[in-house]
């Protein structure tokens, strides 16, 4: 019943933006007023899986140096939802992105971000 539900993934021309979203929902998650320390990850064809963006529970957000001054991750006053928002995408940012939670260890399914012309 623990799970990550993401969203905001799709195919976009270089340049444009996404928005993705992950949600937590059932045991740890049913917590509303809780705020844990949430990832997201990456990984294009031929790639290994990547850290992208996080956010601690006190909002210290960390990057990936490729995504620097173009992703934004942000969460909102509880612990759900939590957003990256991608702005400026170029083809390399091509992947399946996944949210994760490594203090439960629960991942979402992946939503593809595609970045082509």
């Known amino acids: 019943q623990v799970q990550l539900v993401e969203s905001g993934g799709g195919s976009v021309q270089p340049g444009g933006s996404l928005r993705l979203s992950c949600v937590g929902s059932g045991g740890i998650f049913s917590s509303i007023s809780s705020i844990y320390f949430m990832a997201w990850y990456r990984q294009a064809p031929g790639k290994q899986r990547e850290l992208v963006a996080s956010i601690t529970s006190s909002g210290t957000t960390n990057y990936e140096e490729s995504v620097k001054g173009r992703f934004t991750i942000s969460r909102e006053k509880a612990k759900n939802p939590v957003y990256l928002q991608m702005d400026g995408l170029k083809p390399k940012d091509t992947a399946v992105y996944y949210c994760?939670?490594?203090?439960?260890?629960?991942w979402g399914q992946g939503t593809l971000v595609t970045v082509s012309s």
């Open positions: 994760h939670v490594p203090t439960v260890g629960v």
